[in-house]
């Protein structure tokens, strides 16, 4: 093979025409031929590594894990913990219907 693909970029029909590929397909096609292939029938699942994480999960990363940092002087910084702050507000509610409205701003009353 090394000495068809002499490391050029073939197309997908060239590299079937030329033996370097067995079929056409894309992902699903290759799952489908590798369960055949492996007689596994219905006994097997599919995991993605990295697992993909939540919008939640990529906020905390970029907010070092946590929302009580000390005073960023980052303005960007500043609005994902407050961003972080409603959305563990958001959380905390139990509406059974999952129905909220919100205002357009926030206020504390102490």
Do not use: H
């Not at 056409?24 to 599919?46: P, T």
């Not at 590594?49 to 999960?57: K, N, V, Y």
């Amino acid at each position: 093979m090394a000495e068809i693909a002499q490391g050029r970029v073939w197309s997908g029909l060239q590299a079937k025409q030329i033996g370097l590929v067995d079929e056409l397909g894309g992902l699903e096609d290759a799952i489908k031929a590798a369960v055949k292939q492996a007689k596994l029938e219905d006994d097997w699942q599919i995991e993605e590594f990295p697992q993909p994480r939540s919008f939640e999960e990529q906020l905390g990363r970029l907010l070092g894990n946590s929302t009580q940092a000390a005073s960023p002087t980052d303005p960007f910084t500043q609005e994902l913990q407050k961003l972080a702050k409603d959305l563990d507000m958001l959380r905390s509610m139990n509406d059974p219907l999952g129905a909220y409205s919100r205002l357009p701003f926030n206020f504390d009353i102490d």
